[in-house]
């Protein structure tokens, strides 16, 4: 099912759920700069990552998405001074939970992009990319519609 | 046991008569034989009915937060001054005391709420392993006398020893004596196994990535999506829970797979941090999901990063309303 899916040609689908204050404005930046990065990825423009429901990603997955990233502010840089150290916390606990049922590690991503790190953006979504790119579409926990 | 039994009564009857407590959480002996069933006992003369022994599975700190979220809830159009306020009395053990730390870091009700009788504990029966050693007869008559279990079957008596039929979660327990407790009742149990608590864990953490997507698989294609494991676990209080939630529709009502892994995994997410090991779920799932080998995942992941032991402590924090800032990183990605 894969092998079919890839020979028509498939690309990977990934979403970002990024934080208003950081890593949106890094993507933004990565744009105004013209720097080229994948055109894989949906951007999902969230206050924080504070914010991030684990349930979005849980549920991006099932709707079928190749890949999630969560990016937002590197730590202590966080608008809201502590919403990323708690969503370290939660994330920790999601990624290693997903991993340990049996999902591939790298369709869950986090990480952490300044305002100020346009270059870091495009790299971070082509490393992303690349990595979901190995893996194949996703097949476990989509819902068939 | 028996001598628990008879001190756990009078204990009771006294709270009651003196009126230190409205009611009192136990458990009774239940309608099928070797079976005990939560109790709520509100006349001293009643302290009589209260059994404690390997039949009483569920966590009590369950009904604990149902009685006293119930009676918030009918005193919120009463006058301030006519207000009532409630005292439930709970017969605790390990886990349920932890259960109630839980309930009151999370500030569900306060300390002088709750009287608890704190009870050692020798582990309970896991109705599943028993059935496989009776060879699926039914249990015509039985008790549970100490170490021993004594069961009538169509095929005769047998005698069997409490340790081979006791639950995983009971097993290695580390807290198998209250936490907190207000009076405690008899000595202190021995202590069980819990050198070995993560053996599980460790066993599905060296299979393959594929290999534990099958065990994910196969073991939640079993659930039927009764919410009895919710029903039961003291960690699920919430008014609405995700699963009945319409706005946003978070998982599909239907029979689809993946609604059903998507319900367990969060579920059981909930339970970071919050799960203290009780068994409830697993004892009370009538298709024998292995719950267990997934909350202690995290149970374990709790530990080691944040060195937390959910509802060990009145003075800890719980761990996702925490932060340090040398948390762990080693999960993010760097290009
Ligand atoms: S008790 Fe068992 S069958 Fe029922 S919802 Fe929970 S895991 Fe599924
Ligand atoms: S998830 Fe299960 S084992 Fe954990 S506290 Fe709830 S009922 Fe007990
Ligand atoms: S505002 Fe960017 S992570 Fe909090």
Redesign the interface.
């Known amino acids: 099912m894969s092998e079919n899916k890839a020979s028509e040609g498939w690309e990977p689908r990934i979403v970002a759920i990024v934080c208003n204050w950081c890593t949106y404005a890094g993507a933004d930046l990565a744009g105004i700069s013209r720097i080229q990065y994948p055109p894989n990825v949906r951007i999902i423009r969230v206050p924080c990552t504070g914010r991030i429901n ?2 979005y990603v ?2 991006a997955l ?1 709707e079928g998405v190749d890949g999630v ?1 969560v990016s937002g502010c590197h ?2 840089e966080c608008h809201y001074i ?1 919403g990323n ?2 969503a ?18 790298d369709r869950t ?4 992009v300044s305002a100020s790190e346009g270059e ?1 953006f495009a ?2 979504i ?3 990319t690349e990595a979901v790119r190995a893996l194949g579409p996703a097949t ?5 519609i | 046991m028996e001598s628990i039994e008879k001190k756990l009564r009078e204990e009771a009857k006294l709270l009651l008569a003196e009126k230190r407590v409205d009611v009192i959480v136990g458990f009774e002996k239940g309608t099928l034989p070797l079976v005990a069933t939560p109790c709520f006992i509100e006349n001293p003369d009643d302290a009589e009915k209260l059994v404690w022994n390997a039949c009483c599975t569920q966590n009590l700190a369950k009904f604990v937060h149902d009685v006293l979220s119930q009676h918030r809830a009918s005193q919120v159009r009463v006058k301030p001054e006519d207000r009532k306020k409630k005292v439930v009395g709970v017969v605790g053990r390990g886990c349920a005391t932890r259960s109630i730390v839980l309930h009151l870091q999370e500030k569900q009700y306060d300390r002088d709420d709750v009287v608890i009788i704190g009870v050692p504990c020798t582990g309970y029966i896991d109705y599943k392993k028993l059935s496989g050693k009776l060879g699926g007869e039914e249990v015509l008559d039985g008790a549970a006398e100490g170490d021993q279990i004594k069961v009538k079957t169509a095929s005769g008596e047998k005698a069997i020893a409490l340790k081979d039929v006791l639950a995983a979660s009971c097993l290695t327990c580390r807290f198998n004596n209250p936490v907190i407790s207000d009076m405690m009742i008899g000595d202190p149990a021995p202590p069980m196994d819990p050198d070995h608590e993560y053996d599980d864990v460790n066993a599905v953490e060296a299979m393959s990535v594929e290999e534990r997507w099958a065990f994910f698989e196969k073991e939640m294609d079993k659930c039927i999506r009764c919410y009895a494991c919710r029903q039961t676990c003291p960690s699920c209080y919430c008014k609405t829970c995700f699963v009945e939630q319409s706005q946003p529709r978070w998982v599909g009502v239907g029979e689809d797979e993946t609604d059903t892994q998507v319900f367990q995994i969060m579920r059981m997410y909930h339970m970071v941090g919050r799960c203290v090991d009780c068994g409830s779920c697993s004892s009370v799932c009538p298709m024998g999901v292995d719950l267990r080998k997934f909350l202690k995942k995290l149970d374990k992941d709790v530990f080691e990063l944040f060195g937390n032991r959910p509802g060990s402590s009145l003075d800890d924090q719980p761990p996702l309303s925490a932060y340090t800032e040398n948390d762990k990183e080693n999960f993010i990605f760097n290009p």
Do not use: D, N
């Not at chain 1, 991503?109 to 952490?112: A, E, R």
């Not at chain 1, 476990?140 to 068939?144: D, N, P, S």
């Open positions: 684990p349930f849980v549920k099932q990233l730590p202590g502590t150290l708690h370290r916390r939660k994330f920790a606990m999601l990624k290693s939970f997903l991993t340990y049922i049996g999902m591939e590690a991503m986090f990480t952490w870091r790299q971070v082509k490393g992303v476990k926990m989509v819902k068939k």
